[in-house]
């Protein structure tokens, strides 16, 4: 089974990056299915309705995973994300409670041509401004909770800002996942690996975004802040027409959830 994955299509850039490579690369790699992130699609934030229907109308995307934006536009995107068969996640491990109703899904099993992936979101809280429930603790209460002996692979999206906390979630979950990938510190690793009980695991998968810019934005709005730690006027997303597009291919065999292969994507051009 092979799986196709890109992570933050940042803001008007990377959105319009993002639809000039994304059926070519669907068509070199023919995946089974096809996982993205727009956590800051748009405008630098957090996802408005509007331009998830943009990313719906290309076909062939399976599921959205998420991260700590995902409520910046949390009026517009809430119907959205609780569709009955709304593709669009969240993090898992948000303190659900009676005193603070979290919209929308944390996982979700994935159909298509017999074959049944089941793709999970987590976040963490460290150095995050997100109070979430312990990932490690709600991995584990997961995993022991939902019946994955039918299907025929594991994929998580852990969004957290320490890079350690990947190896420490690989290490703790070898053998019972496929692929686990790290999102949000927005610069692709070259540590792509298969654990020993043969889980696979990415850092960072990066963005497709605005090649010349501090994450997404623009020097001159941001710069003062690296000077002075103070912030003079608004932070305004890069807008330079270079771009790049990131992701990255797994291949995971079908019987034994193990991962097999792991091959990054990284394009650079000009909109
Ligand atoms: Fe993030």
Known sequence: ?????????YGRVGRNAFKKHFLSLKEK???DFV??????ISSG???IEKHMKELDALWGIDVYTSWNHIFDNYDDIKNYLEKPDSKLLRPANYYESEHLYIPGKGYKILEKNGLKLLVINIMSSVFMRDEVYNPFLKMDELLKT????WLNGIIIDFHRETTSEIYAMGMFLDGKISFLYGTHTHIQTNDELILPQGSGLLTDVWMSGPLYSIIWADFEGIKSRFFGGILKGKIEQALDP??????CVVEIDEKTKKCLHIEK???KGKL
Do not use: C, H, Q
């Not at 996982?35 to 800051?40: A, D, M």
């Not at 939902?146 to 002996?149: A, E, F, K, L, V």
């Open 45 to 47: 934030r957090g996802p």
């Open 146 to 149: 939902i019946d994955t002996s």
């Open 265 to 267: 994507i990284r394009i």
């Open 1 to 9: 089974m092979k799986v196709l994955i890109f992570w933050d299509i």
């Open 242 to 247: 270079n771009y790049v597009v990131s992701g």
């Open 29 to 31: 790699y023919n995946p």
């Open 35 to 40: 996982l993205v992130n727009p956590e800051n």
